[in-house]
Nanobody, 118 residues
Framework: QVQLVESGGGLVQPGGSLRLSCAASGLIFSFSRYAMSWYRQAPGKERELVALVISAGGSTRYADSVKGRFTISRDNAKKTVYLQMNSLKPEDTAVYYC?????????WGKGTLVTVSS
């Protein structure tokens, strides 16, 4: 059974930082073959892609709204993907979801809540 377990969410003040982690288990293929992404969904809004790190070469892509503030990285040995979030803004408040994709197969985590508020 595939599991993606997110952690690291919480309440932070504007301008602060958080580091999200997503640990994968039960994957059919080697973790390194999966494109790993972070999505987020704010109240009343659709889920949106925040950051992506592809399987080969580790190339990354970011939503324009988080470029220069967020960094996605992966540790294939630990089967874990991270999202370092700096200079957080109230509009970053959302549930953040981990996503794994390979060979047409998609898996989602249950999400972790990030609240940016003073």
């Amino acid at each position: 059974q595939v599991q993606l377990v997110e952690s690291g969410g919480g309440l932070v003040q504007p301008g602060g930082s958080l580091r999200l982690s997503c640990a994968a288990s039960g994957l059919i293929f080697s973790f390194s073959r999966y494109a790993m992404s972070w999505y987020r969904q704010a109240p009343g809004k659709e889920r949106e892609l925040v950051a992506l790190v592809i399987s080969a070469g580790g190339s990354t892509r970011y939503a324009d709204s988080v470029k220069g503030r967020f960094t996605i990285s992966r540790d294939n040995a630990k089967k874990t993907v991270y999202l370092q979030m700096n200079s957080l803004k109230p509009e970053d408040t959302a549930v953040y979801y981990c996503h794994a994709s390979a060979y047409g197969m998609d898996h989602w985590g249950k999400g972790t809540l990030v609240t940016v508020s003073s």
